[in-house]
């Protein structure tokens, strides 16, 4: 009988440990709240047990509250260990009995034992085993055999014999089944706050997250979305769920959407970008990233990432854009290098020419004054006279071939002045059809009445001539050359031909002749280029008209192919017509004023003594000076006062600007002629000219010397800035 009694108050052990679990979801064991609930229960099932215990003799009885009270203790902790035990203690003392002390004996022992397994647990954290629950056991109630010596002597033998056995095999059995019952409810317990925790982490990632996430059905309607999604397109969660995903997005992308839920059943897994519109009607682009799971319920959903990428696309816009123009700058910083380099030989190319000018000039000079003097000596011999105009025309053409040199080097005196392209473009096509082949025809054409521009009338001439004879060249068996002329306005700047915007005359040399190599293009204005046969071309043709055009702030651009002919295109700015320069022929300059006091100053022996005769020979009074410190201590030992000071621009020492500024502060009336085997320089500021009455560039023939002489006598010399030998211009 004793086991069925031990079976019954086990079963009640069973049914409490379910309300246990009960009590436990609602009111944690680790809360106080949680912690005397248990206590009670597990005191209340205590004392059931010892209302229906299995009574050996009055006040004698046995039942399940050691098992329940090690258990309650274990499992809940202390406090509900000592409210259980406190409740079971005080019923049994309320019972009374022979058994008394042994029962309370057992109480107390059973929940200090339980106490202390819990507090292992505690400090050293471990699971509770089959092995820890059965050694409980079996520690309890091998405890409890020794406190039946609590018994009355009469009982203790008698109440071992009967009980011994169940209480060593029984009770531990039982403390064990009840304790796995236990303890899978202290595990779900565990699990279920465990997910509950990890749901509450998931739930606050999922709304807290910086990206966007929905989940959609099969068909593209929204189950779910957190507050990412909701700010990135601006919708209230209430009015989407429930909707298509398509309805957010603009016609193009819905469609592309319809498409991706096409290939999603079959690729599990899909990502594009979308572009969606706000609450606001704003065009945001998404990048939709998605794939398929089943749910709990084995229905497929589509989860979803949508990530914001307007700003991502509008800087990868911005960064394309920097690139191209930083393509384009680099371009253009490589083309600037090209022209560089191109001005930077033209530069050494022309300070060579200018030095060899300067020497060249100082030859002429007496080679061209002494055949003037030669020519113009009273002699009848007729050899004589021939042999000094053939040392005449010589020197005349020697010092043309200077000015080229020095056209082509930007180093020449530019005599700018406003004239009509059209009028010249003819002349200049009648002139040259006499003097190419007959099998080449020079057509003209004119698109606009009139092309006023500022040039030199000399060198675009010598443009046009350059270009003319280039494309007789090209065609060894004949052929036609078109001049075309017209204008044109560029309202924006033109960067093909660098043109600022503006109104243009446009000169085209075109040629049917053999044209230009793809790889000899970049060259054809580099200076010694050329594509002729040796000895047949200079290579300084077209470098030439490159700088004379390019010194009026115009442009010039070849079209060409090989075999397909060529075009020349000049682009010269429109000018508004004004009056022109003073110019003067020779033969306009007034006649010679004689007897005048000359202190001339020269470097070059051979120059000086040329000079000397020369002005001897227009009967002036001379007296020379090999450098300016010479004239000096001549001018103030001199006890008639000069009347001109005529001296060389550059010498050893003072040049021949500081030594006139010298003697005309003692001086002031001095009339100054400087004459220079350097070319003027058009970019020199004209202060630094101010002080000279006439400059003239060597040689300087004998007409030009004493007509400036003349102008300088006669207080003329106002109207004289600079006088070019040969054309004889004279600019105010």
């Not at 520690?139 to 071992?160: C, E, N, Q, Y």
């Not at 779900?188 to 606050?204: C, D, H, V």
């Not at 960067?495 to 600022?500: M, N």
């Not at 007296?623 to 004239?631: F, K, V, Y």
């Amino acid at each position: 009988m004793i086991v069925i009694d031990l079976i019954y108050n086990l079963s009640l052990l069973v049914a409490v440990s379910v309300l246990a679990g009960f009590i436990d979801q609602r009111f944690p064991r680790r809360t106080h709240a949680g912690a005397v609930l248990q206590g009670i229960l597990f005191g209340g099932v205590a004392l059931l047990g010892m209302l229906n215990p299995f009574v050996i003799r009055e006040g004698l009885i046995f039942d399940g509250r050691s098992v329940v009270l090690s258990l309650c203790a274990l499992f809940f902790g202390p406090l509900s260990g000592a409210i259980a035990g406190m409740m079971a203690a005080a019923y049994r003392i309320s019972i009374g009995g022979g058994g008394m002390i042994m029962g309370v004996s057992v109480i107390l022992s059973a929940t200090l034992i339980g106490i202390g397994y819990h507090q292992s647990r505690k400090h050293r954290p471990r699971p509770v085993t089959s092995r820890m629950l059965l050694e409980l056991g079996i520690f309890v109630h091998i405890v409890m055999i020794p406190l039946m010596a609590a018994l009355p002597s009469g009982m203790r033998i008698s109440t071992l014999q009967i009980v011994g056995l169940t209480v060593i095999i029984i009770y531990p059995l039982a403390t064990l089944l009840i304790g796995k019952i236990l303890k899978d409810q202290e595990e779900n317990a565990q699990l279920i706050r465990t997910l509950s925790e990890s749901e509450g982490r998931f739930k606050l990632l999922f709304e807290e997250a910086p990206l966007g996430y929905q989940a959609l059905d099969t068909a593209g309607r929204i189950l779910t979305i957190n507050k990412a999604w909701n700010d990135t397109l601006g919708h209230s969660r209430k009015n989407v769920i429930g909707r298509s995903f398509a309805d957010f997005l603009t016609p193009e992308s819905a469609e592309h959407f319809h498409l991706l839920l096409e290939k999603i059943k079959s690729s599990n897994r899909i990502h594009s970008a979308l572009e969606v519109s706000n609450e606001e009607g704003e065009l945001r682009e998404i990048a939709f990233d998605a794939r398929v799971s089943a749910g709990s319920d084995g229905q497929k959903q589509i989860h979803c990432i949508i990530t914001d990428i307007t700003e991502q696309r509008q800087a990868e816009t911005r960064l394309f854009e920097s690139n191209q123009s930083l393509e384009k700058a680099i371009v253009e910083l490589q083309a600037a290098q090209k022209q560089l380099v191109q001005q930077e030989r033209l530069a050494a190319v022309g300070q060579l020419s200018a030095g060899i000018a300067h020497d060249f000039n100082n030859i002429l000079a007496a080679i061209l004054g002494h055949a003037e003097m030669i020519r113009y000596l009273p002699s009848d011999e007729q050899q004589v006279v021939l042999g000094s105009d053939v040392i005449i025309q010589s020197a005349s053409k020697a010092a043309q071939l200077v000015q080229q040199i020095l056209d082509f080097s930007r180093k020449s005196i530019v005599r700018t002045k406003i004239i009509d392209l059209v009028p010249l473009i003819y002349k200049s096509a009648a002139f040259l059809s006499r003097t190419i082949s007959e099998n080449i025809k020079i057509k003209t054409l004119s698109k606009c009445e009139e092309a006023p521009v500022l040039i030199d009338p000399a060198q675009m001439e010598q443009v046009i001539t350059n270009l003319v004879l280039n494309a007789r060249d090209a065609m060894p068996e004949g052929g036609i050359i078109t001049l075309d002329i017209s204008c044109k306005t560029f309202t924006e700047k033109n960067e093909l031909y660098k043109l600022q915007p503006g109104n243009y005359a446009i000169l085209k040399v075109i040629d049917t002749g053999s044209g230009i190599a793809a790889e000899a293009l970049p060259h054809v204005f580099e200076p010694f280029f050329t594509t002729k046969e040796l000895g047949k071309g200079s290579g300084l043709g077209l470098a030439q008209v490159y700088g004379i055009i390019k010194r009026q702030k115009g442009q010039v651009h070849i079209d060409s192919k090989a075999g397909s002919g060529t075009t020349v295109c000049i682009y010269l700015p429109l000018k508004a017509k004004s009056e022109d320069k003073l110019t003067v022929q020779e033969e306009e300059m007034p006649s010679t004023e004689k007897g005048g006091r000359i202190l001339l100053v020269e470097d070059d022996k051979t120059v000086l003594q040329t000079l000397s005769l020369q002005l001897q020979s227009l009967e002036y009074d001379v007296i020379s000076a090999s450098n300016s410190d010479e004239a000096i201590e001549i001018y103030n030992k001199a006890e008639k006062a000069f009347h001109i000071l005529i001296s060389d621009l550059m010498m050893p020492g003072k040049t021949g600007l500081q030594l006139a500024k010298i003697l005309k502060k003692h001086q002031p009336e001095l009339k100054i002629l400087i004459i220079t085997g350097y070319p003027v320089r058009t970019d020199t500021k004209e202060s630094e000219y101010a002080i000279a009455d006439i400059v003239l560039e060597k040689p300087v023939t004998m007409k030009v010397l004493k007509t400036s002489l003349a102008l300088l006598l006669t207080n003329r010399s106002g109207q004289i800035r600079q006088v070019k030998s040969g054309k004889s211009t004279i600019r105010s």
